[in-house]
């Protein structure tokens, strides 16, 4: 099993509707997790912590459930900007970060 | 504002020749990352070190090298460049539970 595995996509959502994506990770022991946004194999910029109780930055909520070792992004009413590659990390307890291969997002008008 | 940098931006080598890709961070981060990221293959951890002198090996490492003799720099040598190894190279720095930041890239191209 891959440590950290994500839908590769691409979703293709029209503009102002919601998307989510899962993200789930094979070791009980990781400590911190994140999302990242990449655009054309610029690098990746942080988009947001993950934390257990849920968090929500504008219209993106993340969510992470140890239980069941995935966590979650959603982006609400989607625009045109969000079109990216949405990658998954995870740092273990030895601080190593993996990253997902990432889900591509494609917006459209 | 401190960052991280990386140089070259592009390089074009000839096979069986030493390349060494430079990243310098002013986070003053003790642990420092070297990823490849190829079409298909998203990122790839080479090498990583969580401080000075410290060197780890990451799921491909074959045909790469790292030294850490300072907390700012860690260089990235491929010891004989072959084709499989033009890619984009993306080196990160992170403090112990947080995210990483990433320099801008270097691409390698092989011939």
């Known amino acids: 099993r891959k440590e950290v595995e994500q839908d590769p996509g691409p979703f293709n959502v029209p503009e102002g509707a919601t998307v989510a994506f899962n993200c789930t990770y094979s070791n009980s022991a990781s400590q911190s997790f994140f999302w990242y946004r990449q655009d054309c194999r610029k690098e990746p910029k942080l988009l947001m912590s993950v934390y257990s109780s849920g968090n929500e930055d504008g219209r993106f909520t993340a969510q992470l459930n140890r239980a069941s070792q995935y966590i979650s992004l959603l982006i609400r009413d989607s625009k045109l900007s969000d079109s990216a590659t949405y990658l998954c990390?995870?740092?273990?307890?030895?601080?190593?970060?993996?990253f997902g291969k990432g889900t591509r997002l494609h917006i459209l008008p | 504002d401190a960052e991280i940098t990386q140089s070259p931006r592009h390089k074009i080598t000839e096979t069986g020749r030493q390349v060494t890709l430079a990243c310098h961070q002013t986070?003053?981060?003790?642990?420092m990352f070297w990823y490849r990221q190829d079409l298909g293959h998203g990122l790839r951890l080479i090498h990583y070190?969580?401080?000075?002198?410290?060197?780890n090996k990451g799921e491909v490492s074959d045909g790469y090298s790292v030294s850490r003799s300072n907390t700012e720099d860690l260089p990235l040598t491929l010891e004989s460049a072959a084709s499989s190894q033009t890619s984009v190279y993306f080196c990160a720095s992170s403090s112990p539970g947080q995210g990483a930041f990433f320099g801008q890239g270097t691409r390698l191209t092989v011939v």
């Open positions: 990390v995870v740092n273990g307890r030895d601080d190593k970060i993996i």
């Open positions: 986070w003053n981060h003790n642990n």
């Open positions: 070190s969580y401080g000075v002198q410290d060197t």
